[in-house]
């Protein structure tokens, strides 16, 4: 294994390169809402997660639970609708599992985002297949945890978890959505991608990138 | 006077997009000075608290539906409305804020119009209130909408027209001085006995999006819409004024029955259709309920919880009894609703 942990910087880095992603591919996700929902994921996660990468920038964290409690609440309180709720959530459990460290290994990393996801179902109650951002969250960090019992190590299990977000988002196009406002489209709601499945790869991508660097 | 020159793309009465919210709140604070408007929170308040040992009642969600929620925020009705952006719920610092202010030491009840991201916020925002307060939060969820027709399959049925008798009855429950529990069951009772159904003959346009969120042909109409643009249960050739009224009534009494009881009948236009199109709608809506054996004992037509520019109209029933028109009869004095003062 080359790389046994991942830092507080390199997590920091990972949610900065979550905004450069989510800025870039604005209007894509924006679109897809447009199809199935109202038109305001993308401006919704812009915002969001700009705000988060401020207040990285003005005071870096220092902890682990400092930088996902922060970036979990920044959401909370800066995004509204169902994004800022889930992702917020997310973010928070993760600070929350993770505590008061510097660095985390992989095991600790792989347990933090599990709770998050846990986060996630109990404020969303999703369920697989709902169409949801849990479709592509819970076979990501199957991945994860699969390569890292496969003794990869947290770079190469980032990528394995990317690889099955990619597949879990391209897979919601086929799906019927029983989450969400998208839900109320009915058999009309078959044929798109969910902006959240599409918003939680970049998610996955950002943090394979991120690694990828070192 | 310095003013704003900017030229707006689109044929409205705005600044720009990004400033509609904060410049309706200005607005709102200057015409009305029962109210005080927290700017910075986004909340409207009464501008006079009600009295110790009352519950107080706090709603929100995005806007876009005015008058909902700020227009019922006043004596009889509402004690705090929290503003979100166009059609997006607000957040929980919001409704914390809120709770903490309006508490009386009697409870605040949540109003909560069932959409996702609505409930998601205001479950955070209780859960924030209790754990930093200790106020006692009741909520209730709004769930009328007849067009959402397999709700265990879907976020369930959206908090629709029912949303603003509910505001009504439940305030006048708590200016009576009832308990928590017992507003909040008030307000229970009047979500398991209102049904509603709605209808677009045009989209609305999102002022951040510049152009109509969906395109509805001339010749069709969209019926079961929500209030945010998005679809309904099917679109249908244009029609008539009676046969619309068939189509949205219709739906309504197979859910619900309503004969044996008084009703209180609300008809009401989503922004973009002019009064005397409600007016027409509401004869047709009566003629089928007489028709049908239902006693109409109150009504209420005009435009109380609307999507933007949206043309179109919704028709809401509430099954109500004595204890329900007494506190639908209470006094109200609010920006939009207002009798009995």
Request: glycine content about 12%.
């Amino acid at each position: 294994m080359t790389n046994e942990t991942i830092s507080v910087d390199q997590l920091s880095g990972w949610l900065t390169r979550f905004n450069d992603l989510v800025t870039e591919q604005v209007s894509y996700l924006t679109e897809l809402d447009s199809a199935i929902g109202d038109a305001d994921h993308g401006s919704n996660m812009t915002r969001g997660m700009s705000a988060v990468v401020e207040k990285i920038q003005a005071s870096p964290a220092g902890t682990v639970d400092e930088l996902f409690t922060g970036a979990g609440m920044t959401l909370v309180t800066s995004v509204g609708g169902a994004s800022g709720p889930l992702y917020g959530t997310f973010f928070l459990r993760i600070g929350a599992t993770a505590g008061p460290v510097g660095t985390l290994d992989a095991p600790g990393l792989a347990s933090a985002l599990r709770a998050g996801l846990g986060g996630v179902v109990a404020r969303g109650k999703a369920e697989v297949g709902d169409k949801t951002m849990f479709d592509v969250l819970a076979p990501a960090l199957d991945a994860f945890d699969a390569a890292l019992a496969g003794s990869s190590d947290i770079p190469s299990a980032a990528r394995a978890a990317y690889s099955a977000a990619q597949t879990g988002r391209d897979a919601t196009q086929a799906l019927l959505a029983r989450k969400g406002r998208a839900s109320y489209l009915g058999e009309r709601s078959i044929g798109h991608i969910d902006p959240g499945a599409a918003s939680t790869s970049l998610l996955f991508q950002a943090l394979a990138e991120t690694l990828g660097k070192e | 006077m310095k003013v704003n020159q900017e030229v707006p793309d689109m044929k409205k009465l705005i600044n720009s997009p990004e400033t509609v919210l904060a410049d309706s709140l200005a607005g709102v604070a200057a015409a009305h000075p029962d109210l005080r408007v927290d700017h910075a929170n986004r909340i409207i308040f009464r501008a006079t608290p009600k009295a110790a040992g009352k519950v107080a009642l706090l709603s929100g969600g995005g806007t876009g539906h005015e008058p909902l929620h700020g227009g019922f925020v006043g004596e009889g009705m509402l004690d705090a409305a929290c503003a979100g952006a166009i059609f997006t719920s607000p957040t929980p610092d919001q409704m914390l804020e809120a709770t903490k202010v309006v508490d009386r030491g009697a409870g605040v009840l949540h109003i909560v119009k069932n959409y996702t991201g609505d409930v998601m916020n205001f479950e955070i925002g209780a859960e924030l209130a209790a754990a930093e307060t200790g106020i006692k939060v009741a909520v209730v969820v709004v769930n009328d909408d007849v067009a959402v027709e397999d709700s265990s399959f879907t976020a369930g049925r959206r908090g629709v027209g029912t949303t603003v008798l509910l505001e009504k009855i439940a305030g006048a429950a708590a200016e009576e001085g009832r308990d928590l529990a017992a507003v909040a069951a008030v307000a229970q009772k009047v979500n398991e006995s209102g049904r509603s159904m709605g209808v677009a003959l045009t989209s609305c346009t999102v002022p951040s999006a510049g152009k109509p969120t969906f395109v509805l042909p001339d010749d069709e109409m969209e019926i079961g819409v929500g209030i945010h643009g998005e679809p309904g249960r099917r679109r249908v050739p244009l029609a008539g004024a009676a046969e619309v009224a068939r189509q949205l009534v219709e739906p309504i009494l197979s859910d619900l029955d309503f004969t044996g009881a008084p009703t209180i009948v609300m008809l009401n236009g989503l922004g973009g259709t002019p009064l005397i199109e409600l007016y027409v709608m509401y004869a047709e809506v009566r003629k089928i309920l007489d028709a049908a054996g239902i006693t109409v004992a109150r009504s209420l037509v005009g435009n109380y919880i609307t999507a933007l520019d949206m043309a179109g109209c919704s028709v809401t029933i509430l099954k109500a009894d004595d204890d329900l028109l007494r506190l639908w009869d209470a006094p109200v004095n609010t920006s939009g609703l207002r009798w009995g003062i």
